[in-house]
Each structure stands twice: as C-alpha cells, then as structure tokens.
C-alpha cells in the first residue's frame, strides 16, 4: 500500500470524505437554480443562458475540488485557487440571478467555504465568504429595501459562524488525531527498549514535541525520597536531583495513585497537607499536571507545568495519563531485565559477583587503567582453616561466615573497585586507579 499524503492530521480520503456531502449539495442547487431560471424567468433569455453557462461552470468547479484537489491531499496553493475562482464564478452568478431567488447565492457560499474550511485554515473560507458578500451587497445596494439587505447581512453571519464552527471543529479533530499518533509512537518506540536512559530520552522527546510545558519533570520514589531521573526546566536540564516527598504535590499523586489537574495554582489548592515546592528554575509555577507511573518494581510520577495560568486542558491530561501508564509499563520491564541481569552477575550466597563476570570486569578494568595510564591493583584472599571451621561447626555457620566477610569487605572498598568470588572460600578484589601502597 503506497503512503497517503496528510493534510492537517487527515488523509486525501478522509478530505473527500468529508467535503463530498458539501459539493453534492452545491451541485444540485446550481443545477436546481438554472433549471429554476430558465422555466419561471423566460422573460431574459440572454441573462438566462448566461446563468445556465455559471451554473455548469459551478458544477464543475465543485467537481474538480472532489476529483482532483482533494485527491492531492489539500495543498495549500490549490485551496487558495479554489477559492479564487469559486468567488469570481459565484459573484458572476450572484448578478445573474432573479431578485426572487437571489439569496441562494449565500447558500452556494457556505457550501463552497466549508470543504475549504474543513481542508485548510480560515484564510480561503474567508475570502470567499467576504469577497462574494461584499460584490453582492454593492450590486444590490439601492434596488433592494433595507430589510432585504439586512436578511443578506444575516445569511453572511450565519456563514461565518458556520465556517469558524467547522474550522474549531476541525482543529479539535487534528488535535485528538495528533495526540493518538503521539501516543501510538511512543508505544512502539518504548516496549521494544530494555534501557532505562533510552526510555528517559523517548520521554523527554515525547514533551519536547507533543506538550506546551515550561517545565516537565519524570520522578521514581525511593523510600521517602524522589528521585528525578528527568527534569527539564525553562530550557535547562538538571541531572540527579533528589528532593523530599512529604508534603509535595508528587507524593499527593503517588500516595493516592490519581491524577492531579491544578490549572492555576495562582489559588490555593484545596489539599491538605500539601505545599507546592519549586524544583529547577526559581520562577513562580501557575499550571501543573501530575500523573502516577505504577508497576510491580516502580512507583513514580510524571509531571509537566507552566508560567501560565490554564496552559493545559483535560485533553493534555489525558495524554499524559497514557504517557505514564506506558512508561511505567517499559520501566518496570526495564527494572525487572536489569536484576535479572544482576542475579546474573553475582554469587548467590555472598552477593558478590561470581567468578565468571569478575575476570571478564577485570578485563575491562585493566584496559580502561591501560589506555589512561593508571595503575591497577589487586588483592587475593581466602579464609584460613575453612574447612576445619566447617567441620566444627556445621557448612551453615560456614556460610554466614563468608556473607558476613564480604559484607565487610563491600563496606571498606570504593563504587569503582569490584568484590568477586574466585571460588571456595577465596576472593579477590579490584582496585583500579590504586597503588601497591593504597591497596595494602
């Protein structure tokens, strides 16, 4: 299947679609005007003819939108063509007409505007609409009483509002169809990743591309704290912060597992206990959202906010409530394959890492020590008399013995030095960036 050109979020189809009823209804009133004329007018037969001639260049006219302009999908430069020469054939008609029937012509109008109004922007619709009614009133002005001319005036309000309702109509449609793509990315971007800083990066994508925000931050609590893993402020980004729960909005979300719609904090939000505290930048904050991420091994928040009062709608909160439920689905995959991979690395009685995955770190500590140029030490060590030990006192007791030395060995070494099981009761651990003096 080849890929369909979009228009504004709609397809060449859904504009033909859409604009057919329109173009059916202006053909058949163009068609049932002429045939109008020609029986109950047959006084002016040149006039006549002349009405008939507009009314097929009309039909055509009509034709050539549906067949050709939107199968194009809605270009720009064809709409305002359109419309040009919609509104030099409706104001040739508009002087053809018979008094009698002469309002038809604000009829042919907002039927010729709203495909216009429903492929692009205002601006095509407008001209029509304005440039027809304003020819028709000065033709007019003088033959017809003021009552006539104030019903014209009325079928052009009527006009308009027909073609801004469309066009808010439209925009609403364009909007949501917007969101649902968002989303659908997002969905096949984020489930196939097993990275935690991929996911992140996805997420911060998604806010830079399909939310107005200041400011936007993802949060995963840890005990009585949050961690904000992505904090984006004002044009600035702020790695590695950690701030207190209690008493903020985010621990309000995550403790009551709700979303939290705040669109002016300029009033005080009715929630007991809660005080909002500003995180990044120190600028007032006036609009904020929160949604709860929740999974078997994560519990966090994502949240966005604004300078300005009412930024955000129920619409944005909807979209970042399914944000949230999809990052808490790929984060808690990603959590569950990372201590997985853990268990992997390590020896499951003392917790360090297993013989196995310790030569291969050593290996890539010795090169990392040789391509900078520093030293690399190492420290190998057993128990004395282990077996005697274990005869005495039982294989258990052995056991709490080597999880208790590795425990106090984890507890003297640095985040950058490793503890591995080299078999028994032997260990060795690694040093990098340490001298022969700073490791005895």
């Given at each position: 299947?080849?890929?369909?050109?979009?228009?504004?979020?709609?397809?060449?189809?859904?504009?033909?679609?859409?604009?057919?009823?329109?173009?059916?209804?202006?053909?058949?009133?163009?068609?049932?005007?002429?045939?109008?004329?020609?029986?109950?007018?047959?006084?002016?037969?040149?006039?006549?003819?002349?009405?008939?001639?507009?009314?097929?260049?009309?039909?055509?006219?009509?034709?050539?939108?549906?067949?050709?302009?939107?199968?194009?999908?809605?270009?720009?430069?064809?709409?305002?063509?359109?419309?040009?020469?919609?509104?030099?054939?409706?104001?040739?008609?508009?002087?053809l007409l018979p008094d009698e029937i002469d309002h038809l012509i604000y009829m042919l109008v907002f039927i010729a505007a709203?495909?216009?109004?429903?492929?692009?922007?205002?601006?095509?619709?407008?001209?029509?609409?304005?440039?027809?009614?304003?020819?028709?009133?000065?033709?007019?002005?003088?033959?017809?009483?003021?009552?006539?001319?104030?019903?014209?005036?009325?079928?052009?309000?009527?006009?308009?509002?027909?073609?801004?309702?469309?066009?808010?109509?439209?925009?609403?449609?364009?909007?949501?169809?917007?969101?649902?793509?968002?989303?659908?990315?997002?969905?096949?971007?984020?489930?196939?990743?097993?990275?935690?800083?991929?996911?992140?990066?996805?997420?911060?994508?998604?806010?830079?591309?399909?939310?107005?925000?200041?400011?936007?931050?993802?949060?995963?609590?840890?005990?009585?704290?949050?961690?904000?893993?992505?904090?984006?402020?004002?044009?600035?980004?702020?790695?590695?912060?950690?701030?207190?729960?209690?008493?903020?909005?985010?621990?309000?979300?995550?403790?009551?597992?709700?979303?939290?719609?705040?669109?002016?904090?300029?009033?005080?939000?009715?929630?007991?206990?809660?005080?909002?505290?500003?995180?990044?930048?120190?600028?007032?904050?006036?609009?904020?959202?929160?949604?709860?991420?929740?999974?078997?091994?994560?519990?966090?928040?994502?949240?966005?906010?604004?300078?300005?009062?009412?930024?955000?709608?129920?619409?944005?909160?909807?979209?970042?409530?399914?944000?949230?439920?999809?990052?808490?689905?790929?984060?808690?995959?990603?959590?569950?394959?990372?201590?997985?991979?853990?268990?992997?690395?390590?020896?499951?009685?003392?917790?360090?890492?297993?013989?196995?995955?310790?030569?291969?770190?050593?290996?890539?500590?010795?090169?990392?020590?040789?391509?900078?140029?520093?030293?690399?030490?190492?420290?190998?060590?057993?128990?004395?008399?282990?077996?005697?030990?274990?005869?005495?006192?039982?294989?258990?007791?052995?056991?709490?013995?080597?999880?208790?030395?590795?425990?106090?060995?984890?507890?003297?070494?640095?985040?950058?030095?490793?503890?591995?099981?080299?078999?028994?009761?032997?260990?060795?651990?690694?040093?990098?960036?340490?001298?022969?003096?700073?490791?005895?």
């Amino acid at each position: 299947m080849k890929n369909q050109v979009k228009q504004k979020g709609f397809t060449p189809q859904e504009h033909q679609v859409s604009s057919l009823p329109a173009i059916a209804v202006g053909i058949v009133l163009l068609t049932s005007a002429a045939i109008a004329a020609a029986t109950n007018f047959p006084a002016a037969p040149a006039q006549t003819n002349w009405l008939l001639v507009f009314s097929v260049l009309g039909a055509a006219q009509f034709s050539f939108h549906y067949f050709i302009h939107s199968r194009l999908g809605g270009q720009l430069r064809l709409i305002w063509l359109n419309a040009l020469i919609a509104t030099l054939l409706l104001c040739a008609l508009s002087s053809l007409l018979p008094d009698e029937i002469d309002h038809l012509i604000y009829m042919l109008v907002f039927i010729a505007a709203l495909p216009m109004a429903l492929l692009s922007n205002r601006g095509p619709s407008h001209v029509l609409l304005f440039g027809v009614t304003t020819y028709h009133l000065a033709f007019n002005l003088g033959k017809q009483p003021h009552h006539e001319l104030l019903t014209h005036f009325s079928f052009t309000a009527a006009a308009f509002i027909g073609i801004e309702t469309v066009q808010q109509l439209r925009n609403v449609a364009v909007q949501r169809i917007k969101r649902l793509e968002v989303i659908n990315e997002l969905s096949k971007q984020i489930v196939s990743t097993l990275n935690t800083k991929q996911i992140f990066a996805l997420l911060n994508a998604v806010f830079q591309n399909a939310l107005e925000a200041d400011a936007y931050y993802v949060g995963v609590a840890h005990e009585e704290r949050l961690y904000l893993e992505l904090l984006y402020d004002d044009g600035e980004y702020f790695p590695d912060l950690w701030v207190n729960r209690k008493g903020t909005l985010a621990n309000w979300v995550m403790t009551h597992q709700k979303s939290l719609f705040l669109p002016d904090l300029r009033k005080r939000a009715a929630l007991e206990g809660v005080e909002v505290i500003t995180v990044g930048k120190n600028k007032p904050t006036h609009s904020w959202m929160g949604a709860p991420m929740r999974g078997a091994r994560v519990n966090g928040i994502i949240a966005i906010s604004s300078y300005r009062p009412n930024a955000f709608d129920l619409n944005d909160m909807e979209l970042l409530e399914n944000i949230a439920q999809r990052a808490a689905l790929a984060l808690d995959n990603a959590y569950r394959h990372e201590e997985v991979e853990k268990q992997a690395r390590l020896d499951s009685l003392t917790g360090v890492y297993n013989h196995g995955y310790f030569i291969n770190l050593l290996r890539e500590q010795t090169q990392e020590c040789r391509e900078k140029n520093q030293p690399l030490s190492l420290i190998m060590l057993d128990v004395d008399h282990f077996k005697q030990y274990n005869d005495t006192f039982g294989h258990l007791i052995g056991d709490e013995v080597l999880v208790s030395l590795c425990s106090v060995i984890q507890r003297h070494v640095k985040a950058t030095d490793a503890v591995g099981r080299w078999g028994g009761e032997e260990f060795c651990v690694s040093l990098p960036n340490a001298s022969v003096e700073q490791a005895l």
